[in-house]
């Protein structure tokens, strides 16, 4: 398998930059906990790759089986604990539109079976994903 390659550079006191294959993303923290709110946390923004993994996979699935995916959305909670700060679990809720309509749980199981990310935290925590639909 391939190796994933990212870089995150310090920009300030509190922000850094997060690249990827050149896209970047803005890492900070609020005000708050003494940022300046200029992107999501580090433990924010895994929640949303964790999300985005999600969704690429559940597109593909969609485009590869035919099945007309509109309006998808995955909403993420993570239950934070301490000592050490963590996420002690996640759920995942997905919601959209399939036609045929009886499609969208296929698609949420093969997506979160294909999902990199799922698949690495949920050895981890406890990782519940939930079709809405």
């Known amino acids: 398998m391939p190796t994933i390659h990212a870089t995150v550079t310090q920009l300030d006191h509190s922000a850094s930059l997060a690249d990827v294959r050149g896209h970047r993303m803005t890492i900070d923290r609020p005000e708050a906990k003494g940022g300046q709110n200029k992107g999501p946390m580090g433990g924010e923004a895994l929640l949303m790759g964790l999300g985005g993994c999600f969704m690429s ?5 969609a485009i590869a089986r035919d099945i007309r ?6 909403e993420i909670e993570g239950d934070l604990v301490d000592a050490p700060p963590r996420y002690s679990a996640i759920r995942m809720r997905v919601a959209g539109t399939c036609e045929p309509a009886d499609q969208l749980a296929k698609l949420v199981t093969i997506a979160e079976r294909g999902c990199i990310v799922a698949n690495t935290l949920r050895g981890a925590l406890a990782l519940s994903v939930e079709c809405a639909g």
């Open 57 to 61: 996979n559940l597109l593909a699935a």
């Open 69 to 74: 995916l509109s309006d998808a959305r995955v």
